[in-house]
């Protein structure tokens, strides 16, 4: 484990309770954001609602489904931001805190684990578990995967674009959402360019 992932993990593991009473009208506004450009991110969330009772069909089709990979989840902003829209939620986090928030908030909503369900993963782990392993190897088929406001704690940016491309079906979709500075050199957007390239973000 890094210094930064310790430190990150340390830093929200102690606000994961209070987050969105201190951050409520921010994370209000990225939900918001990210709903009303949700066909933006793909065409198919673009669709009406589904309902509990569509998501939970035994019958669906996987031509039907749509699963979303929320990495680096926190409690759930992109999640639920697209709850309404997905058949199906993972949601992945270093803090063990903030994914007791995300599961409580699903179980206290009446979502069933096989609707929405965190679990604690860092995929750029050097030593993972044995069941990080196989959390990771079951980790694929995702038509749409959403960093959230998050990239930017992440040492090795590359690197974990490259995994996170690895977890998306073929013409799945991986969406990075982050803070930039007001004034933005023209240099922060070349970088980015790099980032995702190297990561695959863009191949077939």
């Not at 990225?30 to 969330?45: A, C, D, K, P, V």
């Not at 949601?91 to 679990?119: C, F, I, Q």
């Not at 704690?153 to 995994?163: E, G, I, K, W």
Request: net charge negative.
């Amino acid at each position: 484990m890094t210094d930064l992932t310790a430190t990150n993990r340390q830093h929200f593991n102690a606000v994961a309770s209070t987050h969105h009473t201190d951050f409520g009208l921010f994370i209000e506004t990225i939900m918001e954001e990210i709903t009303n450009r949700r066909s933006w991110i793909s065409s198919r969330l673009a669709s009406e609602q589904i309902t509990k009772s569509e998501s939970e069909s035994e019958s669906e089709s996987e031509s039907e489904s749509i699963r979303l990979l929320d990495y680096a989840c926190g409690a759930g902003t992109a999640t639920k931001a697209l709850l309404p829209f997905i058949t199906q939620a993972i949601g992945l986090d270093l803090s063990e805190n903030m994914v007791k928030e995300y599961n409580a908030w699903a179980t206290a909503h009446g979502y069933p684990a096989e609707k929405m369900r965190a679990y604690c993963l860092d995929l750029l782990a050097d030593s993972p578990s044995e069941g990080e392993i196989q959390l990771e190897l079951e980790l694929s088929g995702f038509d749409v995967v959403v960093v959230c406001m998050a990239l930017h704690h992440v040492a090795d940016a590359q690197r974990l674009l490259a995994r996170l491309a690895g977890c998306l079906k073929p013409g799945g979709v991986c969406v990075v959402i982050d803070g930039v500075p007001t004034q933005t050199p023209p240099a922060t957007g070349q970088g980015l360019d790099t980032d995702t390239a190297a990561g695959g973000a863009g191949d077939d």
